[in-house]
Nanobody, 114 residues
Framework: QVQLVESGGGLVQPGGSLRLSCTAN????????MDWYRQAPGKQRELVAI???????RYADSVKGRFTISRDNDENTMYLQMNSLKPEDTAVYYC????????WGQGTQVTVSS
């Protein structure tokens, strides 16, 4: 059974940093392309960053230069390091994998506010 569990969200001031984690079970983690999405109140869910099985990364224009996606295949965990956070980054962040079927984590709230 595929399970994705996120952690690391919270409340941070503008300009601050957070690191999100997503631990995956039930898949061959090293073979998986994984991504982070976010959904702000009243908005559609949007893709934030992708990391392929080979470590190739891609980012939404809105987070380029501020967010870094990475993975640790030994720990079956993907990360999203978020720096220089802005109020518009406030959202629920989800990790996602398409493993024959789209799987989503439960989401973790990130709030950027002074």
């Amino acid at each position: 059974q595929v399970q994705l569990v996120e952690s690391g969200g919270g409340l941070v001031q503008p300009g601050g940093s957070l690191r999100l984690s997503c631990t995956a079970n039930g898949i061959i983690f090293s073979a998986a392309t994984m991504d982070w999405y976010r959904q702000a109140p009243g908005k559609q869910r949007e893709l934030v960053a992708i990391i392929t099985d080979k470590g190739v990364t891609r980012y939404a224009d809105s987070v380029k230069g501020r967010f870094t996606i990475s993975r640790d295949n030994d720990e079956n965990t993907m990360y999203l390091q978020m720096n220089s956070l802005k109020p518009e980054d406030t959202a629920v962040y989800y990790c996602h994998i398409d493993w024959g079927y789209p799987y989503w984590g439960q989401g973790t709230q990130v709030t950027v506010s002074s």
